[in-house]
């Protein structure tokens, strides 16, 4: 059985930093593209961040290109999201996701339709 479980999330000044983490059991992370997800009440939920299965690309929404940072550790089947410089617009609750098994991050990697693996979420909040 797999589970995701997210955690890091918090509150946060504007200009602040969190890191999140994505752990994952019954599924090697390494074998799969991960992505990360976020959702604000009344919004779609949407894809900020991706690396692939072999760890060799990351692809990020223009929202948060070269503000976050998403790092996988294969040692401990977790995936990362470092977020600096955050902003109020960043509050959300944040997932991840597996987006396919030895997939990349091309194409519609950022839709949530059809993802699987979902976590409960982390809640991140930035206050202004």
């Known amino acids: 059985q797999v589970q995701v479980v997210e955690s890091g999330g918090g509150l946060v000044q504007a200009g602040g930093s969190l890191r999140l983490s994505c752990t994952a059991s019954g599924l090697t992370v390494r074998d799969y593209a991960i992505g990360w997800f976020r959702q604000s009440p009344g919004k779609e939920r949407i894809g900020i961040s991706c690396?692939?299965?072999?760890?060799?690309?990351?692809n990020y929404a223009d929202s948060v290109k070269g503000r976050f940072t998403m790092s996988r550790d294969n040692a401990k089947n977790t995936l990362y999201l470092q977020m600096n410089s955050l902003k109020p617009e960043d509050t959300a609750m944040y997932y991840c996701?597996?987006?396919?098994?030895?997939?990349?991050?091309?194409?519609?990697?950022?839709?949530?339709?059809?993802?699987?693996?979902w976590g409960q979420g982390t809640q991140v909040t930035v206050s202004s």
């Open positions: 690396i692939s299965w072999s760890g060799g690309s990351t």
């Open positions: 996701a597996a987006i396919g098994m030895y997939a990349s991050c091309s194409g519609s990697w950022f839709v949530s339709r059809g993802k699987a693996f």
